[in-house]
């Protein structure tokens, strides 16, 4: 499961790749606008916040759709439709608010901070090597 995490200070989004069982143990069963602390997947001391997601097949996630199955809705809104001209409506596939083992990325945003910037945690190691040499 790919983790998208949103820094809204700097503006800045950086992916990070879950295992299995961690994503699993921190992200299964909750839903949109749920918090989450992040220690698990190695981030101490963060809090995020779950705002979307897409399942395998690219289906976006709605927080107005209760549970976690695929359903076809009338939406005229994003996410998962944007109409050209006001008062469009379609029929369009959409996943449910609950996070389940189908959704293949989970976008969050932080809410709170840990000591060090996500910068700094998401640095490639090519960076690191060069600023120590």
Not at 5 to 23: C, M, N, Q, V
Request: aromatic fraction near 4%; charged fraction near 30%; hydrophobic fraction near 35%.
């Amino acid at each position: 499961m790919q983790i998208v995490i949103s820094d809204s200070k700097t503006g800045k989004a950086y992916k990070l790749e879950g295992k299995d069982a961690e994503a699993n143990a921190l992200f299964i069963g909750k839903r949109i606008g749920d918090v989450v602390d992040a220690d698990i997947i190695g981030l101490g001391g963060y809090v995020l916040e779950i705002t979307g997601g897409t399942d395998m097949q690219g289906t976006p996630m709605r927080k107005d759709v209760a549970g976690s199955a695929r359903k076809r809705i009338l939406i005229t809104n994003p996410p998962g439709y944007n109409p050209k001209e006001q008062g469009k409506r379609r029929r369009k596939s959409v996943r449910g608010n609950e996070i389940s083992t189908e959704i293949s990325q989970v976008n969050v945003v932080v809410k709170e901070y840990g000591r060090k910037s996500p910068a700094d945690i998401f640095a490639p190691p090519a960076a690191e090597a060069a600023e120590g040499a």
